[in-house]
């Protein structure tokens, strides 16, 4: 199995909702990633697990909220975002840390809508 | 910003032609990927060459690396309609962080 899969496919909500976006892979892998990506824009980081803990938060709003609860998930808990949030959210999974000069496997995304 | 620019920002060829793709970065780094993305999914890893390669090949791709300009190329050959997606190169710096870097992204048209 060499899927990273994401639910849901597309969200739409308001901006008082609170949801998740769900990621799980049975890689094996020990890091797990979120991006951002705006239309026509390079996927953007936003946080990255080593071992399910928080290794690198690139100073995301606190609207987003990452969590681990073990090393095959990854959940991404929104609350009162903004329209200029809504992109395209795409997890992503390795076997190590980049530096050990490994690949990124890509779920299929979350495609977000705040309105 | 870890990242240059990657150019042309967008190319159009004919099928069978071949498509070749310029990345720039700033910082030394430790690696270098290409990734293709088709329309608004997934990426999917192509290609990773290390700081220490030159040159590497998978099937119909050629990827150079020339870290004295901070310079990488994919050369996709013999070029298919499958093959129009978005590419993108993604750097690991050495310093900092352990983290992917995406360029800017160069999106392809094969026309048939």
């Known amino acids: 199995d060499t899927e990273v899969t994401q639910t849901p496919k597309h969200l739409v909500m308001g901006m008082t909702n609170k949801k998740s976006l769900k990621c799980e892979q049975h890689?094996?892998?020990?890091?797990m990633y979120w991006y951002k990506q705006k239309a026509k824009k390079p996927p953007e980081l936003m946080f990255v697990?080593?071992?399910?803990?928080?290794?690198i938060n690139e100073s995301v709003p606190s609207r987003f909220s990452p969590e681990c609860p073990n090393s095959s998930l990854l959940n991404l808990h929104l609350h009162a975002l903004q329209p200029e949030d809504s992109a395209l959210y795409l997890c992503?999974?390795?076997?190590?840390?980049?530096?050990?000069?490994?690949?990124?496997?890509f779920g299929q995304g979350t495609r977000l809508t705040v309105v | 910003s870890q990242q240059g620019e990657e150019d042309p920002q967008a190319l159009s060829i004919q099928e069978g032609e071949n498509a070749t793709m310029n990345c720039s970065y700033k910082?030394?780094?430790?690696?270098l990927q290409w990734y293709r993305q088709n329309s608004g999914r997934g990426l999917v890893h192509l290609i990773l060459i290390r700081s220490n390669e030159r040159e590497k090949h998978s099937g119909r791709l050629r990827v150079t690396l020339d870290t004295s300009k901070k310079s990488s190329s994919l050369l996709i050959t013999a070029s298919r309609a499958a093959d129009t997606a978005s590419y993108f190169c993604a750097t690991d710096a050495i310093q900092g962080a352990q983290k992917l870097v995406f360029g800017q992204g160069t999106r392809l048209t094969i026309n048939p």
């Open positions: 992503a999974s390795s076997q190590g840390l980049i530096r050990g000069n490994t690949e990124a496997f």
């Open positions: 910082t030394s780094i430790n690696n």
């Open positions: 890689m094996g892998h020990r890091a």
């Open positions: 697990y080593s071992y399910e803990k928080l290794s």
